[in-house]
Each structure stands twice: as C-alpha cells, then as structure tokens.
C-alpha cells in the first residue's frame, strides 16, 4: 500500500475549553474518495478547517504527504496541493466561464493581467479540457451569471481543478440542487476522482450513495466508524446517531412536498408569514412528530428558492396514488395562497405531467374548493377592520397518510 496522502493521529480541537474535534484518527490513500458524512455538529466542518490550516490543533498531529501541517501557515497550505471548494459558489460572476478558468489557472497572478495577456496554446488546451471535464463547453463564453446553480457549482470545481490539487476538499457541493444537477456533480466528482484524491463532506444520502466508496462517520468530534455505504447503514450505532435523525418521511413523500414546494414558489414573492404557513402544511403531511416535522421544515426551506425541474420529478413518483397526493397538496397550496398567474401556469404545467383521469382532477378540485367556501367568511372577518386578525394558520383539516 502506498503512503497515505493524508494521515491524521490523535488530534483534537478545543474551543473555550469545548472539543469540536475528540481524539480523531483519520487516514486516507492517495487516489481515494472518501465521503464525509455525520450529524449536525459533529465537527465536519472543523474537521476541513484543520486541514487547511484555517483552525490550529490542540493537540495531535496532521500530515500531508508526509509534511506536518501544524508548522505550515495557511496561505501555504493551498500551494502544498490541497484545494477546498465552499459551499457557496465562489466564481466572478461578470466574467465568462473560459475567463473564470482562466484565472484560475493562473491564480498568482492578478485578474487584469489575466485578461490582458494572451492565452498560451498549452493554457488553451488546459482549459478546453477542463470545459469538457466539467460539460461546460456549450457555454464557455457566457458570462457567469447566466449559469443555473448547479453550472456554477460545477464552474467552481473547475476553477479548483485548475489549480491542480493533488487533494479536494469539498464541502456539500449538492445543497439546494435538482436532482438532474445532483447527478452531474456526482458524475464529475466520480470522474476527477480517477486522478485526485478527494474528501467530500455531505448531507444528502441519495448523493452518497451514488458517489460513495469508502464513508467515513463522525460523531462528537471523532471517527464513530467507516466502511462502504451498506456497510455503515445497516451500523446501529450510525442509525442512532445519525440515520435514526433524518426525518422519517420516504424518498417518495420527500418528491412530493418538493412538488408542492416548487408551486407554491412559482409566486415568487410571498411574505415570511405566508412562507410560514405553507412549510407547516408540507410538514404536517406525512409526519404527526413535532421534532420530524421541525427538520422537514429546515429541508424543505432549501427548496422553496430553487428551480425544480417537473419533468424530471414527476415521473420519478409511481403509484397513482402518490400522484394523487401531489395533486392534493399542490392544489391546496395554490388554492390557500392566492398564489398568483405565474402558479396557476406550472400548476397546467404539473396537471400535464401527473396525467391523471380528468374526471379524478375536477374532483379533487372540486373538494378543496368547497373546504375553502366553508372557512371563506372567516377571512373575510380577518380583513375587516374592527375584528382581530385571525391566525392564518388554520387551514383546512388534512389527513396524515
Ligand atoms: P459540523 O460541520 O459537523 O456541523 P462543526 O465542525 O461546524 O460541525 O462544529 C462542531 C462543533 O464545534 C459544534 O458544536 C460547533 O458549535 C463548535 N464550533 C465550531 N467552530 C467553533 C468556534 N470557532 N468556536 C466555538 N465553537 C465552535
Ligand atoms: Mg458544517
């Protein structure tokens, strides 16, 4: 076996006295890629921090090909080969994505003597490779700006791969991304693993799944086990601590209030109260548990600013049945909301892709608008002047399935 690429003993990180890194013990080879996952606070963060050398140990040790780090100052730490992506984009949004690229190539070097220069022929061909390495040769000239999230997320690994790390650090690349997008990154992280070691830390366990090798878990600061994904999930000791966490809705439910959470944004612009109002709804859909109910609400935030592709989720939700929920909660929420033109239209839009009997949608339709007929004269009262307004969160009763 060939010397770990990295290799961490023994090392603990205290804040005031608080250990967000116990004892941890962590090696991995060269060539790895190694997943990172573990619940919330249990020092993943700090754990890259270490490496980078953004959060000096305490105690322990950290080597680097075989280079302690704890003597290495951070800004020379990155020029070791370690290269970390955050989780917001960091990319010049006013400058094309070849430029990007560009620049990253040439990081040492300021921005305006970048775009000055000319490009050398090896540079060119670096940067048509890279364009292709991260499918994103089509758009090669359009300004950043114009790249849908997940674009820049796969513009920024470029950026880093630019720099030729021999080690990744990359923290949650998928958050808030569709699932086409998701696959992507999966896809590139899975390609550039041929020729760099890398360390993802992430939340989404669809996304592990499809990348991971080798998962490592944390808890409280230290290495609670590792092992392939079936490996650590069949793990009680993991489903306590971590899996047993997650909500319990299925991936299934989880489409459908993704669903109901894309209508309801097509408004665009709702008060926080109305935001409010609609994320207890989709909580309370498929869970009676108030601490479940409180993580689907946080998860379902993420979703409500982003662009859902339809055509890809809709088919993804099987059974009729399902379908017929989606069809509920959407209708509801348009319904309840007063949500504007723009839904009614991904609302057709949604009605297309569910394809369900006609006769079944009118119905449906039909049900909900009579539960709101009856609670009317109730938001009539909240808008006239002398009565006090009532608390909107009283929609209509919905069965828990
Ligand atoms: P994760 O990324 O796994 O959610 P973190 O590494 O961010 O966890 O944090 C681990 C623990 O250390 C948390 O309890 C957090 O509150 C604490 N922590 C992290 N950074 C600091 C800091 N600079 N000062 C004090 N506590 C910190
Ligand atoms: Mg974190």
């Given at each position: 076996?060939?010397?770990p690429i990295l290799e961490i003993e023994?090392l ?9 890194l116990n004892?941890l013990t962590f090696a991995m080879q060269?060539?790895e890629l190694r997943v990172i996952i573990g619940p919330?606070?249990a020092g993943k963060t700090t754990f890259l921090?270490i490496i ?115 080690l990744?650090l990359v923290d ?25 070691s890398i360390i993802v830390i992430e939340h989404?366990m669809?996304?592990v799944?499809?990348i991971a090798r080798q998962v490592t878990v944390l808890h409280q600061g230290s290495v609670l086990c590792e092992g392939t994904m079936d490996e650590i999930q069949?793990d009680?000791r993991v489903?306590?601590v971590y899996l ?158």
């Amino acid at each position: 076996m060939a010397a770990p690429i990295l290799e961490i003993e023994n090392l603990t990180v205290s804040f005031d006295g608080f250990k967000a890194l116990n004892n941890l013990t962590f090696a991995m080879q060269p060539g790895e890629l190694r997943v990172i996952i573990g619940p919330n606070g249990a020092g993943k963060t700090t754990f890259l921090d270490i490496i980078t050398g953004k959060v000096q140990p305490t105690s322990g040790t950290v080597r680097f090909k075989g280079k302690d780090l704890r003597k290495i100052p951070e800004h020379q730490i990155s020029r070791l080969g370690i290269g970390r992506k955050f989780q917001t984009p960091r990319v010049y949004l006013n400058l094309t994505v070849r430029e990007n690229l560009d620049l990253a190539t040439n990081r040492r070097k300021n921005v305006l003597a970048t775009l000055l220069r000319k490009p050398t022929g090896g540079d060119r061909q670096t940067i048509i490779r890279l364009l292709e390495t991260i499918s994103l040769s089509s758009k090669a000239d359009f300004p950043a700006n114009l790249l849908s999230h997940g674009e820049k997320q796969r513009l920024e690994i470029g950026m880093l791969v630019a720099q030729s790390p021999d080690l990744l650090l990359v923290d949650e690349p998928v958050a808030g991304l569709t699932d086409e997008e998701t696959e992507r990154v999966g896809d590139l992280l899975i390609s550039l693993a041929q020729s760099h070691s890398i360390i993802v830390i992430e939340h989404d366990m669809e996304f592990v799944r499809q990348i991971a090798r080798q998962v490592t878990v944390l808890h409280q600061g230290s290495v609670l086990c590792e092992g392939t994904m079936d490996e650590i999930q069949d793990d009680p000791r993991v489903i306590e601590v971590y899996l047993g966490q997650a909500p319990t809705v299925t991936p299934d439910q989880m489409r459908i209030l993704r669903i109901a959470a894309a209508m309801a944004w097509a408004d665009g612009n709702f008060a926080p109260e109305q935001m409010r109002v609609i994320l207890n709804r989709l909580s309370q859909q498929f869970s009676n548990d108030p601490a479940h109910q409180a993580e689907l609400r946080e998860e379902l935030k993420n979703y409500l600013g982003k662009e859902i592709s339809l055509e890809t989720l809709v088919p993804q939700i099987t059974t009729e049945e399902e379908r017929e929920t989606v069809l509920r909660l959407s209708y509801e929420i348009i319904r309840s909301n007063r949500i504007n033109e723009a839904g009614t239209v991904v609302y057709q839009k949604l009605l297309e892709f569910l394809n369900l009997p006609p006769a079944m949608v009118q119905t449906i339709e039909a049900e909900i608008e009579a539960q709101y007929a009856e609670v009317a004269p109730v938001q009539d009262m909240a808008s006239s002047q002398d009565t006090p307004p009532v608390e909107t969160e009283d929609l209509p009763p919905s069965e828990t399935r």
